[in-house]
T-cell receptor
C-alpha cells in the first residue's frame, strides 16, 4: 500500500505570509497531483507533476516534484484569505491501462485577514 | 457541462437501513471513482470503473458495500445494512481517460450520517 504523509496537518497564518506544505512517501509514483478542497465541496485539481525534479508555477503557488518521484512540496507566496482550504496531494500508480490515486490526509490551511 | 452530479447531498438514516448513493459522471468520461472521506482516514478510494466495468474494488470495506454502473451515465453505491461507522462524506469522481495523472473531477459529495 502506497502511503502519502502530508505535513503540517494544520496551518494558520496571516495574510501576506509565505508557507510551504509537504507530501512525502517511501513509494515511487508515476505522477503526483495537488488538489484543493473547500468546505462542502469536492477536491479540485491544481496541478499535476510527472517528471522527477519538475517545478510548476500557478500564480503565487509553486509545486515541486522530488527527484526520486517520492515527495513533493507546495509553496505559497504572499498568502491570501482566498487560499484557505484543505490541500491534498495524490500519487498516481499506473498499471497498464488502469490507474488509481492514493491521497494524503491533507493540510488544512487558514489564512487570516 | 453541469459537472459530476451526486444525490442526495445529505442523508440521515438509522442503523440497519439500506442506503443508496447516486452519481452521474461528466458526459464522455470513461472512468468513475467512488471515495469516502473522514477526518480519521482522509480520502479513501472504494472502487473504480473503466467503461462501466469494475476494475479495482479492493477499497470496499466489506460485503455490506456494493457498487454498480449499469451504463456510462449512472452509478450507485449501496450500503446494506448501514452502521454508524459508515458515517462519512462519499464522493464520486470521473475522468476522461485512464492515463498518467489525468484530472479527476469530483462531485459535491453526499454527507451520510448513520444514527
Amino acid at each position: 500500500t502506497q502511503l502519502l504523509e502530508q505535513s503540517p496537518q494544520f496551518l494558520s497564518i496571516q495574510e501576506g505570509e509565505n508557507l510551504t506544505v509537504y507530501c512525502n512517501s517511501s513509494s515511487v509514483f508515476s505522477s503526483l497531483q495537488w488538489y484543493r478542497q473547500e468546505p462542502g465541496e469536492g477536491p479540485v485539481l491544481l496541478v499535476t507533476v510527472v517528471t522527477g525534479g519538475e517545478v510548476k508555477k500557478l500564480k503565487r503557488l509553486t509545486f515541486q516534484f522530488g527527484d526520486a518521484r517520492k515527495d513533493s512540496s507546495l509553496h505559497i507566496t504572499a498568502a491570501q484569505p482566498g487560499d484557505t482550504g484543505l490541500y491534498l496531494c495524490a500519487g498516481a500508480v499506473s498499471g497498464g491501462s488502469n490507474y488509481k490515486l492514493t491521497f494524503g490526509k491533507g493540510t488544512l490551511l487558514t489564512v487570516n485577514p | 457541462d453541469a459537472g459530476v452530479i451526486q444525490s442526495p447531498r445529505h442523508e440521515v438514516t438509522e442503523m440497519g437501513q439500506e442506503v443508496t448513493l447516486r452519481c452521474k459522471p461528466i458526459s464522455g468520461h470513461n472512468s468513475l471513482f467512488w471515495y469516502r472521506q473522514t477526518m480519521m482516514r482522509g480520502l479513501e478510494l472504494l472502487i473504480y470503473f473503466n467503461n462501466n466495468v469494475p476494475i479495482d474494488d479492493s477499497g470496499m470495506p466489506e460485503d455490506r458495500f456494493s457498487a454498480k454502473m449499469p451504463n456510462a451515465s449512472f452509478s450507485t453505491l449501496k450500503i446494506q445494512p448501514s452502521e454508524p461507522r459508515d458515517s462519512a462524506v462519499y464522493f464520486c469522481a470521473s475522468s476522461s481517460y485512464v492515463d498518467w495523472g489525468n484530472e479527476q473531477f469530483f462531485g459535491p459529495g453526499t454527507r451520510l450520517t448513520v444514527l
